[in-house]
């Protein structure tokens, strides 16, 4: 399974961005696709997170700011950040919990992206 991660960036304090992330490989179905966060001298944290049958969940810290949604058919998955700030600043990771297609069989597996940077200047 590969995960492809892409819109990060420097933005302003006070704008937005999208991130996306597509998921691709044997996938036979996806429990949970997220993003988690971490930056320099803090531990990994999730921001927000989607399960397919569309329920979200969010760390407090964005929530009202960021939005999780996504696309079953095309297995990606979307976070709107809105209103970032300079504690949004770090590198974002996605995460997928999906169900994979073996020689053997079915397994449950958990991925995660490479990372994109955002960066957001005060």
């Known amino acids: 399974v590969q995960l492809q991660a892409s819109g990060g960036g420097l933005v302003q304090a006070g704008g937005s961005l999208r991130l996306s992330c597509a998921a691709s490989?044997?996938?036979?179905?996806?429990?949970?696709m997220g993003w988690y966060r971490q930056s320099p001298g803090k531990q990994r944290e999730m921001v927000g997170s989607r399960t397919s049958s569309g329920s979200t969940n969010y760390a407090d810290s964005v929530k009202g700011r960021f939005t999780a949604s996504g696309d079953n058919d095309k297995n990606t998955v979307y976070l709107q950040m809105n209103s970032l700030n300079s504690e949004d600043t770090a590198v974002y990771y996605c995460?997928?919990?999906?169900?994979?297609?073996?020689?053997?069989?079915?397994?449950?597996?958990?991925?995660w992206g490479r990372g994109t940077l955002v960066t957001v200047s005060s």
């Open positions: 995460k997928a919990d999906v169900v994979v297609i073996t020689s053997w069989g079915r397994r449950r597996e958990v991925h």
């Open positions: 490989g044997s996938i036979f179905s996806i429990n949970e």
